[in-house]
């Protein structure tokens, strides 16, 4: 893997995609994971036209997950994007269906004072995303407005379709990993079947500014899998 290229990708585009990063394997486990949660909630509908089912903060809730944060490579663009070791800030996941909205409608999660945006020199906070059951028509494609990283932000695009709208094709298990001030959607699929989707936050260890997103990350379960893995406890702590 070229891990420049992912980064020159990241700063021109706004987000770059790491393909069938995760095994089938490694995808079925995570399924289970996120099901078994489902199930230990009640087994809660995915309503029509809905959001579906999200978990805000998902570490807590759902440690058996942690150990796949330890993704070397990933990290390592993450590391060259942000030209600082990654801090994890934030993890949350989304699980939906096939009655669920057309299309979740346009954000980013940048949150902090867009006027700032052409100013910046470097990626500030970046979101790397696993798309369990990919983007694609069929799962659900995720759907970017691409950006240079200090481009201006703009209005926030009018719901629906957009003239510059891209669909983001990944295989299931890939890692997308985009700038937080990326505008984005997600379609709903034309499959039977559920998309989940588990994402993270990381800005730089020297970048010690709030995020209205922050959660816990570090639960007694986590503290034991970062102890089996030198990165997870360096995204945690600190090296």
């Not at 579906?52 to 570490?59: E, R």
């Not at 150990?67 to 942000?82: K, Q, R």
């Not at 984005?184 to 970048?207: C, K, N, V, Y």
Request: charged share 25%; glycine share 8%.
């Amino acid at each position: 893997m070229n891990i420049s290229s992912h980064v020159t990708e990241l700063y021109e585009n706004g987000f770059t995609v790491l393909p069938a990063y995760f095994d089938a394997e490694d995808c079925q486990r995570m399924r289970d994971i996120l099901a078994d949660y489902w199930k230990s909630q009640g087994s809660p509908p995915l309503e029509e036209n809905a959001y579906g089912l999200g978990i805000h903060p998902m570490l807590p809730s759902v440690p058996a997950m942690a150990p796949f944060l330890d993704a070397p490579a990933a990290i390592e663009v993450l590391g060259e994007a942000l030209r600082d070791e990654p801090r994890l800030m934030h993890v949350g996941a989304r699980i939906s269906g096939p009655q669920s909205a057309q299309r979740i409608g346009w954000h980013d999660h940048y949150s902090w004072d867009a006027q700032n945006l052409p100013k910046r020199d470097r990626l500030e906070r970046i979101l790397l995303a696993i798309y369990v059951d990919g983007s694609t028509p069929e799962s659900g494609s995720l759907v970017a407005l691409p950006r240079r990283f200090n481009d201006p932000s703009g209005k926030p695009p009018a719901a629906g379709a957009h003239p510059d709208e891209v669909k983001v094709n990944a295989p299931p298990g890939s890692i997308v990993i985009f700038d937080t001030a990326l505008w984005h959607d997600a379609e709903r699929g034309t499959g039977s079947g559920l998309r989940r989707l588990w994402g993270t936050h990381f800005q730089g260890w020297s970048d010690d500014r709030a995020h209205p997103e922050d959660n816990e990350v570090d639960p007694p379960q986590i503290a034991e899998a970062k102890n089996q893995s030198p990165r997870l406890k360096a995204m945690i702590e600190g090296s």
